[in-house]
């Protein structure tokens, strides 16, 4: 059974920081890629991250660019996100998602907002930041 179990998420003060994990398990970690989705109150999911285990690539959307870090550990098949400098606007329940590699080969696709573009998915963590 494929199970994606995202941990990590709590309050904190704007300025500050959290780690985020997700534990894979069912499935090849490195033959996926995985990423990062966000969904703030009240709006749609956001993009955030992806890591490619295999390849050892990762991509970050603007909003996150400069302060956030994806990495991921093979062995533990455990993918994490390393939020810094947080923002108000940070707030969401941050879900983890993954996506077998050969999906999208030959195109330029490195992660999407839309839960159709991946084969597993998580039950997501809630982050809020506030004073």
């Known amino acids: 059974e494929v199970q994606l179990v995202e941990s990590g998420g709590e309050s904190v003060q704007p300025g500050g920081s959290l780690r985020l994990s997700c534990a894979a398990s069912?499935?090849?970690?490195?033959?996926?890629?995985m990423s990062w989705v966000r969904q703030a109150p009240g709006k749609g999911l956001e993009w955030v991250s992806s890591?490619?285990?295999?390849?050892?690539?990762?991509y970050y959307a603007e909003s996150v660019q400069g302060r956030f870090t994806t990495s991921g550990d093979i062995a533990k098949t455990t993918l994490y996100l390393d939020m810094n400098s947080l923002h108000p606007e940070d707030t969401a329940v941050y879900y983890c998602?993954?996506?077998?590699?050969?999906?999208?080969?030959?195109?330029?696709?490195?992660?999407?907002?839309?839960?159709?573009?991946?084969?597993?998915w998580g039950k997501g963590t809630q982050v809020t930041v506030s004073s």
């Open positions: 998602a993954g996506v077998r590699l050969g999906r999208y080969h030959g195109t330029s696709w490195h992660g999407g907002s839309e839960r159709s573009e991946y084969d597993y």
């Open positions: 069912g499935f090849t970690f490195d033959d996926y890629a």
């Open positions: 890591f490619y285990a295999y390849m050892g690539y990762t």
